[in-house]
């Protein structure tokens, strides 16, 4: 089963509406705006699934993913299972993965795109696991990689990236200095941008999440709760539930209840006011280093998609981010912190909203990857 989808595919910028052959090496427009995804997937159908692949390719019909070099790319993504914690709640072990987190899906198939098109050597920066994830494909993929993180990045997910042989730069400030950073790089050397937020494809393989979802459970559950920093899984998430509405899977969306740092809120500042802009704050150090996003890139089009379906955004209680920790471990389950702080704000929600029916809560990062 080979794949020409990507003939279908083009970028358009969100700003100017330009529209740009996928195989650009330019990680944004010339006016500054950032590349969308033009492509329309097949009709969503179980029978379309690779079942001879046991990774996320076996989604591949619904990517607009150039040739096979997902073969020699992929380390087995993938295919987390979903385990019931109580009746009504049910926990995705997306730590699971080859790298330990969540971003190996939208690594896998970034990295795929970029070997497709002849990149040899790339810089990203990231709060430490989507940099694990470049690293670790990059490897298998003969991709030269140089990873930027904030200082107070956990030691853990910077030892790892440099097995990796990745390049480690450890930028002094927060997660958004980082990131100017390494745009700053990527201005200077000419360097092939591999960003989670900005590529495009990234959320190709982020989708899998829920392709993965209904193919496991037979249906789509009435809650998902989804951290929401840069969004690179909010947004998969989202491309994937409506493709199942236009696919007929789904007649009605879930509830999606998305989580922030209650210490860096910019997204949940901005629907109380329902602003269609982010709104401006001073993020305040949190122990969810991975939602610690001040400034998200794609934030008008998360802020899209959350009015679209009445989306609720919430915060996590950072008093009680340990405490979350410490009761998943005693039932087995050990987590970063980001992924307690997703499960302190759902233990915050069904005790001050309502109970929840048929919750999903996604186990993002491992616990070994935490200080
Ligand atoms: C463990 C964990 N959970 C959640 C997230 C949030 O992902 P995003 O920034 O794409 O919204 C991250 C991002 O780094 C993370 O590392
Ligand atoms: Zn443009």
């Given at each position: 089963m080979e794949n020409r989808n990507d003939a279908l595919a083009a970028f358009r910028c969100s700003k100017c509406s330009k529209t740009e052959d996928t195989n650009t090496q330019?990680?944004?427009?010339?006016?500054?705006?950032?590349?969308?995804?033009?492509?329309?997937?097949?009709?969503?159908?179980?029978?379309?699934?690779?079942?001879?692949?046991?990774?996320?390719?076996?989604?591949?019909?619904?990517?607009?993913?150039?040739?096979?070099?997902?073969?020699?790319?992929?380390?087995?993504?993938?295919?987390?299972?979903?385990?019931?914690?109580?009746?009504?709640?049910?926990?995705?072990?997306?730590?699971?993965?080859?790298?330990?987190?969540?971003?190996?899906?939208?690594?896998?198939?970034?990295?795929?795109?970029?070997?497709?098109?002849?990149?040899?050597?790339?810089?990203?920066?990231?709060?430490?696991?989507?940099?694990?994830?470049?690293?670790?494909?990059?490897?298998?993929?003969?991709?030269?990689?140089?990873?930027?993180?904030?200082?107070?990045t956990s030691s853990k997910k910077i030892n790892m990236i440099q097995s990796h042989g990745a390049r480690i730069n450890i930028v002094p400030g927060s997660r958004d200095d980082c990131a100017k950073a390494c745009r700053e790089t990527v201005k200077k050397d000419g360097k092939y941008y591999a960003s989670h937020v900005y590529n495009p494809f990234f959320y190709e393989g982020t989708k899998t999440y829920l392709y993965e979802t209904y193919e496991q459970l037979g249906r789509i559950p009435s809650e998902i709760f989804i951290p929401l920093g840069n969004g690179t899984l909010f947004i998969g998430i989202m491309k994937a539930l409506e493709e199942f509405l236009e696919s007929g899977i789904i007649q009605e969306m879930p509830s999606i209840i998305a989580v922030q740092s209650e210490n860096c809120a910019p997204i949940y500042e901005a629907t109380k006011a329902r602003e269609k802009k982010i709104a401006s704050i001073t993020p305040v150090p949190t122990l969810a280093e991975g939602i610690a996003v001040g400034v998200p890139m794609r934030g008008e089009e998360i802020l899209e998609y959350i009015y679209r379906h009445h989306i609720e955004v919430i915060t996590a209680p950072e008093n009680r981010i340990l405490e979350a920790r410490a009761s998943l471990a005693t039932k087995g389950i050990y987590v970063e912190h980001t992924t307690a702080a997703t499960y302190a704000a759902y233990l915050k929600y069904i005790a001050t909203s309502r109970p929840l029916k048929d919750c999903l809560l996604p186990m993002c990062g491992a616990g070994l990857k935490s200080d």
């Open positions: 330019d990680a944004t427009c010339s006016c500054g705006g950032l590349w969308m995804l033009d492509y329309c997937p097949p009709r969503f159908s179980l029978d379309l699934v690779d079942k001879s692949a046991w990774n996320i390719f076996r989604y591949r019909a619904f990517m607009p993913l150039e040739g096979a070099s997902w073969q020699e790319i992929s380390l087995g993504e993938g295919m987390t299972p979903i385990v019931s914690l109580e009746k009504n709640l049910h926990l995705k072990m997306d730590y699971f993965m080859p790298t330990l987190s969540f971003k190996d899906r939208g690594a896998a198939v970034m990295m795929a795109h970029i070997k497709n098109i002849g990149v040899t050597s790339v810089v990203q920066d990231s709060s430490g696991n989507a940099g694990n994830s470049v690293a670790a494909y990059g490897a298998k993929a003969g991709i030269d990689s140089e990873i930027f993180v904030p200082e107070g």
